[in-house]
């Protein structure tokens, strides 16, 4: 069993939302965690997009996401959430999320410790 699933990926056209889901299992104390959502696209490097902390009081955005995402959390149901909007095509790529005991852990891909397994974002017209 996948301690953290996410879902909501797609296929949109430009200019078009989605919304993202990160569920953790109910054995997985998700309040405990910061979460950060990553993505990569085929032949780059893994890349960080968001996070926020344990109880939802601090969050981060890639500057090339800010205005445009909102992440957010929902810790009585276990999930997490990335609203995207005025996608583009450079937005393209597997979409993670990632728990962290690390408060502090932001966008550093090392600093988190359990990973989904991925959801995949394509924005095309």
């Known amino acids: 069993q996948s301690l953290l699933k996410e879902s909501g990926g797609g296929l949109v056209q430009p200019g078009g939302s989605l919304r993202l889901s990160c569920a953790a299992a109910s054995i997985f104390p998700l309040n405990a965690f910061a979460i950060g959502w990553f993505r990569q696209a085929p032949g780059s490097e893994r890349e960080g997009v968001s996070s926020?902390?344990?109880?939802?009081?601090?969050?981060e955005y890639a500057d090339s996401v800010k205005g445009r995402f909102n992440i957010s959390r929902d810790n009585a149901k276990k999930t997490v959430s990335l609203q995207m909007n005025s996608l583009k095509p450079e937005d393209t790529g597997v979409y993670y999320c990632?728990?962290?005991?690390?408060?502090?852990?932001?966008?550093?891909?090392?600093?988190?410790?359990?990973w989904g397994q991925g959801t995949q974002v394509t924005v095309s017209s």
């Open positions: 926020i902390s344990s109880s939802g009081g601090y969050k």
């Open positions: 990632a728990a962290s005991t690390n408060w502090q852990a932001g966008l550093v891909a090392d600093q988190y410790d359990y």
